[in-house]
Structure formats: structure tokens, C-alpha cells
């Protein structure tokens, strides 16, 4: 069942959620970006569109589950006394942070030259983004880049996870 820590079936599980996310994605701009079809009333009478939001909301929630649970394992597979935080976060800052930033500078810079949005509030929100705190920031999506929402959520969940984990071993030990 497992591989050097690693589930392949989780793998082809995490492959279904993107796919049922992108899918959404592409269809969303599909729709907001044709002058055929009229968004609002695709939104509210199509069936297959109605699925489409279903499934790509699934497929988030599936892929939060699937990480949340991934990192728990690591952290009870490993025991947090052998556990590397600073080695933990490094891996995944070199993962995810570089691509992340290269979108972000892509899409500032569209929204810079296209877009309708005032400087400043481009700047503000693209270092919100930066920091993985656009939502908390602004309590909303990135004007930038509103798909990263998910992995700002993601991105927190890595920080506080094993901070959480390590506080119920904690009071597991002293008797809670």
C-alpha cells in the first residue's frame, strides 16, 4: 500500500481533485471570457454547469482532505522528536513558492497593463499574495491571482500543522 511513506492511490485521488478543479477553472473562463453565452444564466439553469461547481468545490475539499491527512501521517510516522520543522518548511517553500511567484509576477503584470484595477491596490494585493495572507488581509480573493485562495489555506495549514500536532501529543502526555 505504501512506498517509501508515499500512497499511490492517494497520487490518482489528488490527480481526480485537480482535474475536477481545473476543469471548473477552464470552463469559468470559457463562459466569462465568450460572447456567446450570458454567465449568469448558464450559472443558474444549466445542470451541467450547477455539477461543474459541485465537483470542482469536491475536488478543493478532496485535496484539502487528502493534504491534511498526508501531514499528519508524516508527522505520526516520523514522531514529532525526529520530526524537522525548519527541514519541513523549506521543502515545501522550494516546491510551491517559486511557480507561485512566477504566476504572481505574470499576472501582476497583466492586471498592470489590461486590468482595471488601481496601482496601489495591485501592489498591496500582490505582496498580501506574496506572503500567503491576501484573504486575511483583504477578507477576499487575490485580485491578482484569485485561484491561489487554496493555497494560501494550503500554505497555512502547512505552518500551523505540526505546531497543532505537536501541541495534542503535548497534552496526550500529560493526561488530556
Not at 448558464?42 to 491527512?69: E, T, Y
Not at 522550494?94 to 503584470?109: C, S, T
Not at 497583466?110 to 494585493?125: K, N, P, T
Not at 505582496?127 to 491576501?134: E, M
Request: proline content about 2%; glycine content about 4%.
Amino acid at each position: 500500500m505504501k512506498n517509501s511513506n508515499k500512497f499511490k492511490e492517494l497520487d490518482s485521488l489528488r490527480a481526480i481533485a485537480v482535474l475536477l478543479v481545473l476543469f471548473l477553472h477552464f470552463s469559468t473562463a470559457f463562459l466569462f471570457y465568450s460572447n456567446t453565452y450570458d454567465v449568469s444564466i448558464v450559472d443558474s439553469h444549466s445542470l451541467l454547469r450547477q455539477a461543474q461547481l459541485i465537483m470542482g468545490a469536491k475536488g478543493v475539499f478532496l485535496f484539502f482532505s487528502l493534504s491534511g491527512f498526508l501531514i499528519v501521517y508524516l508527522l505520526k510516522l516520523k514522531g514529532f522528536n525526529q520530526f524537522n520543522y525548519r527541514t519541513y518548511i523549506i521543502r515545501r517553500f522550494w516546491r510551491l513558492h517559486p511557480p507561485y511567484v512566477a504566476a504572481l509576477v505574470l499576472f501582476f503584470i497583466v492586471h498592470s497593463y489590461m486590468g482595471s484595477y488601481d496601482c496601489l491596490l495591485l501592489i498591496q494585493s500582490f505582496f498580501a499574495s506574496f506572503f500567503y495572507s491576501h484573504d486575511i488581509i483583504f477578507n477576499q480573493w487575490s485580485y491578482i491571482l484569485p485561484v491561489a485562495w487554496s493555497l494560501e489555506i494550503e500554505i497555512q495549514f502547512y505552518l500551523i500543522a505540526p505546531l497543532f500536532f505537536y501541541i495534542c501529543n503535548k497534552l496526550k502526555r500529560l493526561g488530556f
